[in-house]
T-cell receptor, first 115, second 116 residues
Framework: DTEVTQTPKHLVMGMTNKKSLKCEQH?????MYWYKQKAKKPPELMFV???????INESVPSRFSPECPNSSLLNLHLHALQPEDSALYLC??????????????FGSGTRLTVV | AQTVTQSQPEMSVQEAETVTLSCTYD???????LFWYKQPPSRQMILVIR??????QNATENRFSVNFQKAAKSFSLKISDSQLGDTAMYFC?????????????FGQGTRLTINP
């Protein structure tokens, strides 16, 4: 069982489609992250939310639009994607610094294919 | 710049052997966190072990232990009595604070294969 749930697990979309990825956590963490991971590469940071506010945008193209409607939910809205955007999209959360179990908890990811 | 380097792209050992994965990092921070994450073919990133920089004692979690050398900025992972289920991609990661926000900086990863 994972404490960070991502849906859907797989997504195939056309370049003109609009879709959304969802991440949900009930760990009480107030920091949430979106990472993009290409095959055989480490995850690359896309966005960071802290207390439901966007704190880092790593120069991600506007065709990716994040949203954090509440402390448990993180969305990634996708529009007019390119085939090179095909990747594994990972959501992660973490507790505040100093927490005895400080660490980043990842979801199992959404495998996105853009056709 | 805060960087993490894993110099071993791939490693392979026999079941029950001990294996050590290397990691070096670069930072000007004095207090920070270091992690090893495991990513099996199921693709979920699983936290294996964490180390807080101000703690001199090396972290251990069952068969997993680290050799943390702060002055040398080295953070290696030792897996004892390796098991087939340890086969995975292993990422060393550093918790950086940039513009007041915390984020993980990953190394390139080491693909570890445990052979029967």
């Amino acid at each position: 069982d994972t404490e960070v749930t991502q849906t859907p697990k797989h997504l195939v979309m056309g370049m003109t489609n609009k879709k959304s990825l969802k991440c949900e956590q009930h760990m009480g963490h107030r920091a949430m992250y979106w990472y993009k991971q290409k095959a055989k590469k480490p995850p690359e940071l896309m966005f960071v939310y802290s207390y439901e506010k966007l704190s880092i945008n790593e120069s991600v193209p506007s065709r990716f639009s994040p949203e954090c409607p509440n402390s448990s939910l993180l969305n990634l809205h996708l529009h007019a994607l390119q085939p090179e955007d095909s990747a594994l999209y990972l959501c992660a959360t973490r507790p505040n610094s100093g927490h005895p179990n400080y660490g980043y908890t990842f979801g199992s990811g959404t495998r996105l294919t853009v056709v | 710049a805060q960087t993490v380097t894993q110099s071993q792209p791939e490693m392979s050992v026999q079941e029950a052997e001990t294996v050590t994965l290397s990691c070096t990092y670069d930072t000007s921070e004095n207090n920070y966190y270091l992690f090893w994450y495991k990513q099996p073919p199921s693709r979920q990133m699983i936290l294996v072990i964490r180390q807080e920089a101000y703690k001199q004692q090396n972290a251990t979690e069952n068969r997993f232990s680290v050799n943390f050398q702060k002055a040398a900025k080295s953070f290696s992972l030792k897996i004892s009595d390796s098991q087939l289920g340890d086969t995975a991609m292993y990422f060393c990661a550093f918790r950086a604070v940039i513009q007041g926000a915390q984020k993980l900086v990953f190394g390139q990863g080491t693909r570890l294969t445990i052979n029967p």
